[in-house]
Antibody, heavy 115, light 112 residues
Framework: EVQLVESGGGLVQPGGSLRLSCAAS????????MSWVRQAPGKGLEWVAN????????YYVDSVKGRFTISRDNAKNSLYLQMNSLRAEDTAVYYC????????WGQGTLVTVSS | DVVMTQSPLSLPVTLGQPASISCRSS???????????LNWFQQRPGQSPRRLIY???NRDSGVPDRFSGSGSGTDFTLKISRVEAEDVGVYYC?????????FGPGTKVDIK
């Protein structure tokens, strides 16, 4: 059974940083693109970033370029999202998902950016 | 960026009756590899999203066959043949052809 478990969310001040993690199990992690998607409270879904199997390609939505970095550790079956210079508008539940086209999703981790 | 629109945004349905959601993209979703990467997701209240349909019309495993997807180019449709109580939630289309990938605003389905 595919499992994706996000962690690392919390309350952070504007301008601060957080690192989200996603622990994957139940599939061959190194064989799949991985993705981050977020959902602001009461709002719709927004794709954030993707990373190729070997980490050689990464794509970001414009609003996070230069501030967020997606990475992975295939030896640890883990996906990461380093978030710097956080803004109030980054407040959301962050989901990790398997594949470019989001085949499986985790339960999400809430990031709140507020003073 | 490709803009995805959905209609209606709210859809009250009667149990056992059909339902249909339209999704339109601001440009063709046909990829250079010949595939059309249009996916549908369901988000039940309080839950994570779940993919229902990929590449326009392919149902994911475990998805009931009352869900079907169709369309081409810029116009797509998700149909539920007979709505059940567990189908309540928000439905999103998403295009995965052009970077950045983009979602529609969502259609909220509830029971009349």
């Amino acid at each position: 059974e595919v499992q994706l478990v996000e962690s690392g969310g919390g309350l952070v001040q504007p301008g601060g940083s957080l690192r989200l993690s996603c622990a994957a199990s139940g599939f061959t992690f190194s064989s799949y693109w991985m993705s981050w998607v977020r959902q602001a409270p009461g709002k719709g879904l927004e794709w954030v970033a993707n990373i190729k199997q070997d980490g050689s390609e990464k794509y970001y939505v414009d609003s996070v370029k230069g501030r967020f970095t997606i990475s992975r550790d295939n030896a640890k079956n883990s996906l990461y999202l380093q978030m710097n210079s956080l803004r109030a508008e980054d407040t959301a539940v962050y989901y990790c998902a398997r594949e470019l086209w989001l085949r499986d999703w985790g339960q999400g981790t809430l990031v709140t950016v507020s003073s | 960026d490709v803009v995805m629109t959905q209609s209606p945004l709210s859809l009250p349905v009667t149990l056992g009756q059909p339902a249909s959601i339209s999704c339109r993209s601001s440009q063709s979703l046909v990829h250079s590899d010949g595939n059309t990467y249009l996916n549908w997701f369901q988000q039940r209240p309080g839950q994570s999203p779940r993919r229902l349909i990929y590449k326009v019309s392919n149902r994911d495993s475990g998805v009931p066959d009352r869900f079907s997807g169709s369309g081409s180019g810029t116009d797509f449709t998700l149909k539920i043949s007979r709505v059940e109580a567990e189908d309540v939630g928000v439905y999103y289309c998403m295009q995965g052809t052009h970077w950045p990938f983009t979602f529609g605003p969502g259609t909220k389905v509830d029971i009349k």
